[in-house]
């Protein structure tokens, strides 16, 4: 019939009666992509992205900690470096894409825990969940008649469920007495609240750990400082060689303590390894009463003063030369430290002399052989204790740049404006000093004295006031998570009834997830009720 006949739609179109889906719009976009990011799916996949963009920051070298090695990387890396380096990965705990991933972390579990929190809340003030009406119906359920009263089954029942403690029940425990459709009574009992309490607690110690560790690196500050033997340490910025400190870091906050070196030990094997080192200094710390303290600074042992911890972090001598130019005047005296550079302390080392009264700048460059040996290749050092000292020395003179304003390496001499002295026959003038002979520098420089030779350290200061709320949140991280792995959530539903004459309980047990203990659970609260019968017996 042509009235059955439906005409056609075009392409594209929907018939009359499809039903039209409501625009998302930019508040249910937003709404989505709020609980998108405030889930706990996001939040783990966010935490195992920090770990893994924090990567780049133990393999890399990164600036704030080794300026030296970076710029080393990139003078070996020249295509790749700069790449790197632009995209911030030698700075990476203070790259944009760390701090993003670090704050949308911190959003994620905000986000999460606060709702979570008021459930939880709610869920610990509510009631037990009532006794359903088929017991038989869950995999754990009992029955057992006994000729006890009903009164008599909850005298016996309840203290196993509530358990020794009054203020910490084992189970909450809801009983209605009213009896109605043959039931004398029913108890309705639930644990395991302890689970969401650590599962809450580990994600609000995760979310501490993480407040901790920006409040550290904005408020920390670390100082490296090399001490010779006999000389003091003032915990002042300018006494450092190296400080680092967080963006909110007050200088005036240092406490002013201070520290003499008086003896540095340090003990080698016979195959020169190292046995033990041990720093042996004066402390004189405000924050402890300001009386002079004994103390010992060892490899892995440091010690705290105003705060911060001192760490041993190396070692080496610092010979004391006396430096006379052409006209006799003393020119330089002091102790200038080399730096090791191998296991038996051959050390390099520069001497930049300044203050000459006549003619121009001196420098000499070269190295410490604590017991040298002398062979046809030249000279080495064969152990590290100095048995056999001598100092290998080149001699520049010049312009050391020292009054450019450029801030200069002490450990580097910047030969630029200055000429290597060199003999007749145009080969370098190298020194081999011994200590207390004097030698004469070429080219009528003057006259170069070794007096001594102390030992200094290296010293790693370090001053965090967040670390101890950071291990405060790791131990309630690692408490909670225990809580939340170890605690079983479990209800137990009894129904006491009276039939003919005697008494009929009813029993069952639920648990969320598997828990093999709670068909267990279930037997020592019926075991209650039988332990009636016998004692009657």
Avoid at 248 to 261: H, I, K, N, Q, Y
Avoid at 295 to 307: D, F, K, M, Q, S
Avoid at 365 to 390: H, I, K, N, W
Avoid at 435 to 462: H, K, M
């Amino acid at each position: 019939m042509a009235g059955d006949e439906q005409t056609p739609r075009p392409p594209g179109t929907r018939p009359d009666d499809a039903p039209t889906l409501p625009a998302v719009g930019v508040v249910g976009l937003l709404r989505w992509t709020w609980r998108q990011l405030t889930s706990m799916r996001v939040a783990l996949m966010l935490l195992m992205l920090l770990a893994v963009v924090a990567v780049p920051g133990s393999v890399l070298p990164q600036r704030p900690q080794s300026p030296a090695d970076v710029a080393r990387y990139l003078e070996d890396n020249p295509g790749l470096g700069p790449w790197l380096d632009r995209l911030g990965f030698f700075d990476v705990y203070a790259s944009v894409w760390f701090s993003a991933v670090y704050l949308l972390l911190f959003v994620s579990l905000v986000g999460c825990i606060v709702p979570r929190l008021r459930l939880h809340l709610r869920a610990v003030r509510a009631r037990p969940p009532r006794v359903p009406r088929r017991l038989e119906r869950f995999a754990v359920h009992d029955e057992v008649v006994t000729d006890a009263t009903p009164a008599q089954v909850l005298a016996a029942v309840e203290p196993v469920l509530r358990g020794p403690l009054a203020r910490l029940p084992r189970f909450r425990t809801e009983v209605e007495r009213s009896p109605r459709d043959g039931v004398a009574a029913t108890v309705a009992a639930e644990r395991g609240y302890l689970r969401e309490t650590g599962n809450i607690a580990f994600h609000l110690a995760l979310l501490g750990i993480l407040v901790s560790v920006a409040a550290g690196q904005m408020l920390e500050y670390r100082g490296q400082a090399i001490v010779v033997e006999g000389r003091g340490f003032a915990n002042a910025v300018t006494d450092y060689d190296t400080f680092e400190a967080g963006t909110f870091f007050d200088a005036s906050t240092l406490v002013p303590f201070t520290m003499r070196l008086d003896r540095f030990t340090a003990d080698f094997f016979a195959d020169a390894r190292p046995r033990d080192f041990v720093a042996d200094v004066t402390l004189i710390d405000p924050s402890t009463g300001g009386e002079p303290r004994q103390r010992e600074i060892r490899v892995n042992h440091p010690i705290t003063a105003g705060g911060a911890k001192i760490y041993l972090q190396g070692n080496g001598y610092a010979p004391t030369v006396e430096i006379r130019d052409a006209a006799g005047e003393l020119a330089f005296a002091g102790a200038v430290p080399f730096l090791p550079e191998d296991g038996v302390y051959t050390s390099r080392g520069v001497i930049k002399v300044p203050d000459v009264s006549t003619g121009p700048q001196i420098g000499l460059v070269g190295y410490l052989l604590p017991t040298a040996e002398v062979t046809p290749l030249g000279v080495r050092s064969v152990f590290p204790q100095p048995a056999d000292p001598r100092l290998v020395l080149t001699v520049w003179s010049g312009d050391l740049g020292l009054d450019d304003g450029v801030p200069q390496n002490v450990y580097e001499l910047d030969s630029e404006a200055m000429t290597q002295a060199v003999d007749d026959a145009g080969t370098p003038v190298t020194l081999v000093v011994e200590p207390g002979t004097p030698v004469e520098l070429p080219d009528g420089l003057g006259t170069l004295t070794w007096t001594d030779l102390p030992r200094f350290v290296a010293l790693d200061l370090r001053h965090d006031p967040a670390l101890p709320w950071l291990a405060g949140f790791a131990v309630a991280a690692l408490v909670g998570l225990a809580v939340s792995l170890f605690t079983p959530r479990r209800r137990i539903w009894l129904r006491v009834t009276e039939r003919d004459g005697r008494t009929v309980v009813g029993a069952a047990a639920l648990a969320r997830g598997d828990d093999v203990g709670l068909p267990d659970e279930l037997e020592r609260v019926l075991r209650a009720v039988r332990d009636l019968d016998e004692g009657r017996e």
